[in-house]
């Protein structure tokens, strides 16, 4: 059993406090958000991520997990400590450290004993040496720094951290490495690796895999585009390239472009490291560009099958989250669409199974929300779809002709087959695929 604090309780580290909770550990979670605290503290989970529910009513009953709003409480006892705290974008597109650097400045204050500091955030490389110096300020005892970059997918968060394909821990202190290793043992039973390297390394490769898996999805995106221009169908050619094990089956469905609180930040701080070395990533760069596109490839479809005119046009919308199994509505390509949609003058009604409440808070009542999708399809001029919910993939198609003012649907995440799109009579635009007009 260890003694853990995690600081920061969003998608990262509520599962990270969770889990280590579930594998026997004693975990404490620090968040500045009283609202939040309150909240965990009555039992009530702050956001949606299948299968986190049972794990964090289960733990917090059998007192491994408590919450608090102070720092200097939530460390005390504790023997390591994960920061998961956001490093969202400055306004020069770098990772924005101030959060992390800032608790850790705190820390140091307030460490009476030695302590693991695990850099659990997604940081540039460097990170590391920075914490350790803002604790090494005011610190009176021994720590070590060590980063552990995350791979959990929100959707996926619990199983990915349960059974992660590898763990990654950047140290350079035995007695850390040590520690860090026993663990994360419970968590790679079955063979998957712990590799161990230096810090920079650590931090360079989550930058690394989230830049590869940025350029795969925008790679494919851009063959879809051109797969529309010359009459091909970019799900055989996904299949076609898929199947070669070079390239991999996954992470190539062409869509409206990649959004979510990851993607498009760490894309953009690894392309600013790399100018602050005065080195030019140029695919990087290029990708940025092509998803800025992809976003806003659907909208004209739909000005053009309305004849230039939206206003007054009444528009269905399946999905708002970034990608399904989450209610996180970060960059989602929903809420560009939306935009241009009002803009346009069209009224919007939209479902979401988990992200309503979170497009709430941001938009108010700009737009409408349905109970389930089929109540946002009525008297709907066009139902658009923004986020693959397994629950939209095997629709009822005659009820959606039947709730639909006329049987138009804009697919942004390919869903249906267009062939049966061409029988059931609908007229259905999609990506990197043939237009189907009734
Ligand atoms: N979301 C993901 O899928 C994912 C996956 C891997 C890595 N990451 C990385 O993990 C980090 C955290 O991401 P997230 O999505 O969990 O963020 P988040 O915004 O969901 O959560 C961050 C939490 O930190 C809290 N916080 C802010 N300042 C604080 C402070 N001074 N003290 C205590 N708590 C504070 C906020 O209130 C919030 O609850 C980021 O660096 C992100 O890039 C995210």
């Known amino acids: 059993m260890k003694k853990i604090t995690v600081v920061g309780t969003g998608y990262v580290g509520l599962v990270t406090g969770t889990c280590f909770a579930e594998t026997g550990n004693q975990v404490i979670c620090v968040d500045i958000d009283q609202k939040k605290v309150e909240k965990m503290k009555n039992g009530i989970i702050p956001i949606y991520e299948p299968d986190l529910d049972t794990l964090f009513e ?15 409480d939530g460390i005390k006892d504790a023997e390591i400590i994960f920061l998961a705290l956001p490093t969202p974008p400055g306004e020069d597109g770098s990772a924005d450290l101030s959060y992390i650097l800032g608790v850790a400045e705190h820390l140091g204050k307030i460490m009476t004993d030695y302590k693991v500091i695990v850099d659990k955030s997604t940081v540039p490389v460097g990170t590391a040496e920075k914490v350790h ?17 995350e791979f959990l997918r929100e959707g996926f968060a619990v199983s990915d951290f349960m059974k992660p394909d590898r763990v990654v821990i950047g140290t350079s202190d035995d007695r850390a490495k040590k520690i860090m290793e026993s663990l994360y043992r419970p968590f790679v039973r079955q063979g998957n690796p712990i590799y161990f390297m230096d810090e920079k390394s650590a931090e360079l490769t989550k930058y690394a895999a989230n830049s590869f898996l940025a350029t795969k999805i ?24 898929g199947s070669d094990a070079r390239i991999g089956k996954r992470f190539l469905f062409p869509g409206i472009g990649y959004g979510g609180s990851c993607f498009p930040k760490d894309v953009q701080a690894l392309v600013k490291s790399g100018k602050e070395q005065n080195f030019n990533f140029e695919i990087l760069n290029a990708v940025m560009t092509v998803n800025e ?25 399946w999905g708002l989250a970034f990608k399904p199994d989450t209610d996180d509505i970060r960059e ?20 979401d199974p988990e992200a309503m409440p979170n497009v709430q808070a941001l938009l108010g009542d700009k737009i409408s929300f349905a109970k389930d999708e089929y109540q946002s399809l009525e008297g709907a001029d066009a139902l658009l779809i923004c986020t693959e919910w397994g629950i939209f993939r095997n629709p009822d198609f005659n009820r959606i002709k039947s709730l639909l003012n006329d049987a138009v649907i804009f697919d942004g995440r390919n869903l249906f087959d267009i ?5 059931k009579g609908f007229f259905y635009a999609s990506i990197g695929r043939n237009l189907i007009e009734k």
């Open 58 to 72: 289960r733990n917090i009953k059998a007192n491994r997990l408590s919450f608090t709003t102070s720092l200097e």
């Open 133 to 149: 110096a803002a604790i090494a300020e005011n610190a009176k005892t021994d720590f070590a720094v060590v980063s552990n970059p």
């Open 218 to 241: 925008t790679f494919m995106n851009e063959i879809a585009n051109f797969c529309e221009l010359v009459g091909a169908d970019v799900d055989k050619v996904r299949i076609g390239i």
């Open 293 to 317: 596109n992809q976003k806003t490839v659907l909208f004209p479809k739909m000005k053009n099958f309305f004849r230039g005119n939206l206003q007054g046009k009444k528009i269905a919308i």
């Open 332 to 351: 989602a390509p929903a809420l560009y669409m939306i935009e241009e949609l009002l803009k346009a003058g069209a009224e919007i009604t939209a479902f």
């Open 419 to 423: 062939e049966e799109m061409s029988e």
